[in-house]
């Protein structure tokens, strides 16, 4: 039904209640059993037990314990237990983080009135908010958080906040008139009020229509739990890329096994040197050492103001094409502020921003002091007067305690240099007419020094202008004539084109009157017109520039906002995301379109307005089947559902709400848009990162399969045994790889345009350089064999140990290599010190295991005599080399 359309003694009947005895108890319990408690239902959620044993499901990681399995069968129990560990770490850290991050749920319900005022059987009662049910009566007042939602019934001065739930950056006024138009949205509704919003004034009675799931906070917790939860982009390549190396370490090893077999070797030595080659070609420490990329890239974000909540978020933002922010709070302060005032036909422009009481006045290009001009004083002086707003420092910041429409005129009368002090000394208020949402106006009658009493009044500027009987103009009280007001009208019209919210003040004195019979009519009729105030939420400083940098890597900023389409488009304009060819498209609009016919022209739109949570969704998913990698910024309980189903979904951590934080993979520390951006830098440097190590590991690998795959070819004797393989595989090359991990961004990073969605990670010649490189290290280890084994023909050990030291030099001098696309002489080797100590490390490591006598009959090595080293050294150069000077070759031409 929709109630905000009925007539209160229709509503009345529809839900067969009593507007003045309430419930009986009785029906109440009745209507508990017929619609249950009023409360948010949760998912059903797995056990602990099944998340867990959830993380082994990849296929890659089930091939890994198949090859555990079988090497602790041939007894290879250092191996087994090697890969087991590696394995059961990823699979903790997924379990970790998978059972945090659904909370969205019990977010929600502490944002449920816990007490709620009814009325049951004639009598006024505190219940718990789950007690409560349709057509239960309660009554609320200032401070008191809304318990379910309710078609208001009596309203005095009520004001209720609703942001978390519509974006509106303002306390709504509401009404108990009913409501007709097409496609209203919940901002829309005055006449309703909502589960979880906030009273911020007055008091009210309403009578409960939906409780539960069926509430408009209840449709958002539905949202969040069918939201559909996306895999990143890099868990899509790697997996795309596990079953490529799965595939491919397959086919070689049975290559390697059945020709070693056909030519006489035995079959469990060829058996083991199989599984040996399936592990080097799988690289099991590729997802740890994304991990450890990841986290590393975190605690770095943590410098930057940003919490990741889930690892692969840091990733997925370095892609991501379209930014999709909430206007308030996030790319505006959520502050109220005076930017101009308009009095006697003159117009000053006030600097400033916030809170903070510090600012300067302009006429045009020139600084003013407000105590210079009567009108502009006066104007100032009593918006500060017809006010309740006070600033309180909490924490070393300022805070504002009441309306932020009172806020924005109290801080605009201090930057003048007025004071609360100052103005209690030369004015006492000695009565009061409050603001009502009929008169839209609020007096004071406050007596000055000399004992005079006058009226100060504040208002709606349409209101008050037809109250007016004369105006300031010249800085003498001149009486109303059409071309003052017409001057008026054209300031006000002036303002709300700039989407500025317009406050008008007036005063009138009375002199020789009675206080006690003055009257609301009295005092606000035949008033002097001071004035305009003219206010908006403004524009955080520094997020023009971080949204034209932003533009400049490629990446798209949307506006999407619960605020007013005027309101919304000059803040666009302002920060320069509406461009003049970019479309702005309203909630209605939305409403009528299918999200196929959004998809056609949402790349065109730069500005959501008026929009409600399913509108987020529906925007979020189209720029998804659009091909996009969609981030969307936000801190209402609104924005939760787009959150969670957005590619990364990025929460305020000031002003948001624990849902929206719960939803997100990415908390703002500061609240700051211009944080998004260092988030960017941070996710593509540590995407390039990830490419340089799977260009090492990779290439290693290849050079490993490759080695063993020639000599059975040429019908030589196997040149690595399986734990020479598997020591290279998991200790040589881990902390290498690990250290191209904490590589430093090349230059350009922020000027290169966003990753395609779909580009795999052999993309821009990655494979090649894997496969050539991969073959050169092969080739060369291969050759360092040859040649020691026709030296030595009795040492096999001897030669084995030559093309050892040749593999684990050439991968060692290639990592070089890895930190650049171009060449290894484009980047200072001694620009990564982390690489640097650990090439040094795994070079002792391996002499370690060639020299040190307990070792080597495990490793089956022998000491290398020193002439040898010579032959190691100059094959393993040859990779690398060749390669720079090939470079060089083509730079000439």
């Known amino acids: 039904m929709k109630f905000h359309e009925m007539r209160q003694e229709d509503i009345e009947k529809a839900i067969n209640t009593d507007y003045q005895q309430g419930l009986s108890s009785a029906d109440a319990e009745n209507r508990k059993k017929q619609y249950g408690y009023n409360q948010l239902e949760e998912a059903e959620k797995q056990s602990a037990l099944l998340v867990f044993f959830s993380q082994f499901k990849d296929f890659m990681v089930l091939v890994l314990l198949a090859a555990t399995l079988i090497s602790g069968l041939l007894g290879e129990y250092i191996d087994a237990i090697a890969i087991i560990a590696i394995v059961v770490v990823n699979s903790f850290l997924g379990f970790f983080q998978e059972r945090k991050a659904e909370k969205s749920l019990q977010a929600l319900k502490e944002l449920s009135a816990p007490q709620v005022s009814v009325l049951r059987d004639g009598s006024w009662m505190k219940v718990h908010s789950k007690e409560v049910t349709i057509g239960d009566i309660i009554r609320f007042s200032s401070g008191d958080r809304i318990g379910a939602d309710i078609r208001l019934i009596e309203t005095n001065n009520l004001e209720i906040e609703e942001s978390a739930l519509t974006g509106e950056s303002l306390p709504v006024l509401k009404t108990t008139k009913p409501l007709h138009g097409k496609g209203l949205n919940l901002g829309d509704m005055e006449n309703m009020a909502f589960m979880g919003t906030l009273v911020t004034r007055g008091n009210g009675l309403g009578v409960v229509t939906s409780i539960g799931m069926n509430t408009a906070m209840g449709q958002i917790a539905d949202m969040i739990q069918k939201a559909e939860t996306m895999t990143t982009p890099l868990q899509r390549r790697l997996e795309e890329l596990g079953k490529i190396l799965i595939t491919v370490a397959l086919i070689l090893t049975a290559l390697v096994v059945g020709i070693g077999v056909l030519q006489g070797h035995d079959i469990y030595s060829m058996f083991l040197a199989g599984v040996s080659l399936a592990v080097a070609a799988i690289p099991e420490g590729l997802p740890a050492i994304v991990t450890v990329a990841l986290s590393l890239g975190v605690q770095r974000m943590i410098k930057q103001k940003a919490i990741v909540r889930k690892l692969p978020a840091v990733e997925t933002l370095g892609c991501a094409s379209v930014i999709c922010s909430d206007k308030t709070g996030t790319l505006t302060q959520n502050k109220m502020t005076v930017t101009k005032l308009w009095s006697a036909g003159r117009l000053w422009d006030v600097s400033g921003t916030g809170y903070v009481p510090q600012g300067d006045f302009f006429n045009g290009e020139s600084r003013v002091s407000p105590s210079s001009d009567q009108s502009l004083k006066q104007l100032l002086t009593f918006g500060m007067l017809c006010n309740h707003a006070e600033l309180v420092e909490r924490d070393g910041e300022l805070i504002l305690d009441g309306d932020p429409t009172e806020g924005a005129l109290l801080v605009a009368g201090m930057k003048a240099g007025l004071t609360r002090d100052a103005l209690s000394t ?53 009486k109303a004539n059409e071309a003052a007001f017409q001057a008026v009208e054209e300031a006000i019209s002036g303002m709300s084109s700039n989407a500025l919210r317009t406050i008008a003040i007036a005063y009138k004195p009375l002199n020789g009157q009675s206080l006690d019979l003055l009257t609301e009519a009295s005092v606000e009729k035949e008033v002097t017109f001071i004035g305009l105030q003219g206010m908006i939420d403004p524009p955080r400083p520094e997020v023009k520039q971080a949204v034209r940098e932003c533009r400049d890597a490629g990446i798209k900023t949307v506006m999407i906002t619960g605020d007013h389409v005027l309101t919304a488009k000059a803040i666009a304009k302002q920060l320069g995301i509406l461009k003049s060819n970019d479309r702005v498209m309203d909630g209605k609009a939305l409403n009528e379109m299918e999200i196929e016919e959004l998809e056609e022209i949402v790349e065109d739109v730069s500005v959501f307005a008026r929009v409600s949570p399913e509108h987020k969704l529906k925007i979020v998913k189209a720029l998804q089947n659009r091909g996009h990698i969609v981030a969307m910024t936000g801190d209402g309980v609104n924005d939760a559902p787009a959150i969670k189903t957005s590619d990364i979904g990025i929460a305020m951590g000031i002003t948001g709400t624990d849902v929206a934080k719960e939803s997100s993979s990415l908390v703002l520390l500061d609240d700051n848009f211009a944080t998004i951006k260092s988030a960017i830098k941070e996710g593509r440097n540590i995407y390039e990162n990830i490419r340089k190590f799977i260009r090492y590991l990779l290439a290693s690998n290849v050079g490993e399969i490759l080695v063993m795959l020639f000599a ?85 050990e001897y030669a084995q140990t030559i093309a050892f030291a040749t593999l684990v030099l050439a991968q060692l001098i290639h990592v070089f290599d890895c930190r650049s696309e171009v060449s290894v002489f484009s980047r200072n080797p001694f620009g990564n010190m982390y690489l640097v100590w650990a090439v040094l490390s795994s070079l002792l490591l391996m002499l370690v295991v060639i020299y040190l006598p307990g070792l080597q009959p495990i490793f089956h090595t022998v000491s290398i005599e020193p002439r040898d080293w010579l032959l190691i050294v100059g094959l393993s150069s040859i990779p690398t080399f060749l390669l720079a000077g090939s470079f060089f070759a083509r730079k000439k031409q």
Do not use: C
């Open 426 to 478: 030369s004015f006492r208020i000695v009565k009061e007419f409050p603001f009502d949402s009929t008169r839209k106006m609020m007096t004071v009658v406050a007596e000055d020094a000399a004992g005079k009493l006058f009226a100060v009044t504040k208002g709606a500027p349409d209101v008050l202008v037809g109250k007016s009987a004369s105006i300031i103009w010249d800085g003498k009280v001149q």
């Open 712 to 796: 059975m070819l040429l019908a030589l004797p196997l040149p690595l045994v399986p734990i020479q393989i598997l020591w290279v595989n998991l200790v040589t090359d881990g902390l290498p790889a690990m250290a191209l991990g904490l590589d430093k961004p090349e230059g350009d990073v922020m000027k290169r345009k966003p990753r395609h969605p779909k580009e795999g990670v052999f993309a821009r010649g990655l494979g090649w350089k894997v496969v050539s490189r991969g073959f050169l290290i092969g080739g060369v280890t291969l050759l360092a064999f040859i040649i020691a084994y026709h030296q030595h023909p009795d040492q096999l």
